[in-house]
Nanobody, 116 residues
């Protein structure tokens, strides 16, 4: 069973920085096709923040481009450096893992709160 463990999150002032990390277990490295982060606020759909695939290509949501950077620390661990944070970045951030077979795996979520 795939498990995603998330690290980081918390409270920060606007303009500050935070770093999130996600480590996967229960899945073989060769089966992982992409890892990344989504976020969600109550009443809204979950949206893409950033994703990196097994070829090293990265994808970002429009609202975070130029401020957030995703990196692949290993085949089963990714980090998200979030700079110049804004109050509208406040959300629960979920780690996501895509694999060659089976549904996407999701972490339990870590809360990021940006105060103005």
């Amino acid at each position: 069973q795939v498990q995603l463990r998330e690290f980081g999150g918390g409270l920060v002032q606007a303009g500050g920085s935070l770093r999130l990390s996600c480590r996967a277990s229960g899945v073989i490295s060769s089966a992982v096709t992409a890892m990344g982060w989504y976020r969600q606020v109550p009443g809204d759909e979950r949206e893409l923040v950033a994703l990196v695939d097994d070829g090293g290509s990265t994808y970002y949501g429009e609202s975070v481009k130029g401020r957030f950077t995703i990196s692949r620390d290993s085949t089963k661990q990714v980090s998200l450096q979030m700079n110049s944070l804004k109050p509208e970045d406040t959300a629960v951030y979920y780690c996501n893992l895509r694999r060659t077979t089976g549904p996407d795996a999701w972490g339990q979520g870590t809360r990021v709160t940006v105060s103005s």
